[in-house]
């Protein structure tokens, strides 16, 4: 039975090689058992592992030492090779378990430093400060963001306040005029700023601040500005448009209404003619006389009408120019808009009664109903066969309707009636 003192220096050698490289394992597993946080046996295991390795390893290092000076040595290690050779690698063995049982529970333990790294890999940048405003933690995002506001390392509360501030000036950082505070960046990015106070359990107020990354988003609030500006122009041009169209019509009208009179009056001509070469009047001459008598009624009532007026005048004026009375119920809303649209219904329905009722008669009621103004129109012509489909004129008057926030009806059994309603509210708003 070989002893250690007995045993060659390369088998000694070799056993204290195995020896210190099972303690310096023994000294890793347990600074690593502190930094996650191991269970308490693990630790003790560790060092009395330590404790006991490193006696083993002054006690063989000493009276290697004294053999290899040729000194006597104390015989503090009486046991054979093989048993302190059992024991290195018992130890061995016992801290290579423990070293794979830490990288199996690496991925499912947290570490003083999981925090700190699963901060860094938010894309959001994130830092906390102590109620005195000393930085507490920070990702590499905010570290990233600080150094372009202020080229320097954030520290303070105090210091990220002032860089904020004054980042128009000292930084190539310009602040956004938003109602939350939000930062464009040289990169192109935009960052939303936001604090809030988080209470711990002690009592002690902490300071989170996070920059939010909304470059989309604002991106799309810029395209959806530009479209709206867009369609605001498109809304002004349809408007001039629309009032184009409705002067054609007018003039289409009235157009029509003169071609008629001329007509009339050329058969009233012809008709006194035959009556001045004749000594008996015909019916036919009588009925368009009778007709000559109206156009020249027109004519007077058009040459004593005021030639500048109101909408609501000159939709009066051509609805007697062409024959057809109308009946006037209630008050016209003041609202400019909704008056205009009111006017453009009148004469949308005066054409389409005469066109395609034979209609002699107009009554139109206006009335203000709550917060809304009403407009019904109807008239003594023929009722339509079915359903009115709005077209041209109608589906303008929709248009102009829909606009102004309003609601347009077509009825037409048991007789034709239109009725608009229009809030006075938004009116005003506008």
């Known amino acids: 039975m070989t002893t250690f003192y007995a045993s060659a220096e390369t088998e000694q050698s070799a056993w204290m090689i195995c020896l210190f490289f099972a303690l310096l394992l023994d000294v890793f597993l347990f600074l690593t058992s502190l930094d996650r946080g191991g269970r308490r046996w693990s630790r003790l295991f560790n060092v009395g592992t330590f404790i006991a390795l490193l006696i083993l390893l002054c006690t063989a290092g000493d009276a290697f030492q004294k053999k290899a000076a040729g000194l006597p040595a104390d015989p503090l290690l009486p046991f054979p090779m093989w048993l302190l050779w059992c024991i ?7 801290l290579l378990g423990q070293a ?92 939303r700023y936001s604090q809030t106070e988080i209470t711990v359990p002690d009592g002690a107020v902490y300071t989170k601040v996070v920059f939010s990354d909304v470059t989309e988003l604002y991106e799309k609030g810029q395209k959806l500005r530009e479209q709206t500006a867009q369609l605001k122009k498109f809304s002004r041009d349809l408007k001039v448009l629309s009032d184009n169209v409705l002067t054609l019509t007018k003039e289409a009208e009235v157009l029509s209404a003169k071609t008629r009179l001329h007509d009339q009056m050329g058969a009233g001509i012809i008709a006194m003619r035959q009556i001045l070469q004749q000594d008996q009047v015909s019916r036919e001459a009588a009925d368009s006389l009778l007709l000559f008598q109206k156009a020249i009624r027109a004519i007077k009532n058009d040459d004593e009408s005021p030639q500048e007026g109101s909408m609501l005048a000159e939709f009066l004026q051509d609805a007697a120019t062409i024959g057809v009375k109308v009946e006037l119920t209630g008050e016209m809303p003041k609202q400019g808009e909704i008056y205009r649209i009111f006017v453009i219904a ?27 103004s009403c407009l019904c129109i109807t008239n003594n012509g023929i009722s339509p066969k079915g359903p009115i489909v709005p077209k041209g004129g109608l589906r303008n008057l929709h248009r102009h309707v829909s606009n102004s926030g309003g609601t347009m009806e077509l009825r037409w059994t048991p007789a034709f009636a239109l009725t608009i309603t229009i809030p006075t509210e938004k009116e005003a708003a506008e």
Not at 139 to 166: G, Y
Not at 349 to 360: F, G, I, K, P, Y
């Open 100 to 191: 794979v049982i830490f990288i199996r529970q690496k991925d499912r333990t947290l570490s003083h430093n999981s925090i700190k790294q699963a901060m860094d890999m938010l894309p959001s940048a994130v830092c906390y400060f102590t109620p005195s405003g000393a930085l507490k933690l920070c990702n590499l995002q905010m570290h990233h963001l600080f150094h372009i506001l202020a080229h320097s390392d954030l520290q303070q509360f105090h210091e990220l306040q002032q860089a904020l501030t004054a980042c128009d000036r000292e930084s190539s950082v310009v602040r956004l005029p938003e109602e939350v505070p939000s930062y464009l960046f040289p990169d192109g990015k935009v960052w």
């Open 346 to 372: 009148m004469r949308e329905c005066l054409t389409n009664s005469v066109r395609h009722a034979d209609a002699t008669s107009l009554s139109v009621t206006a009335r203000q109903d709550g917060r809304n």
């Open 88 to 94: 290195a690698g018992m130890a061995g063995t016992l």
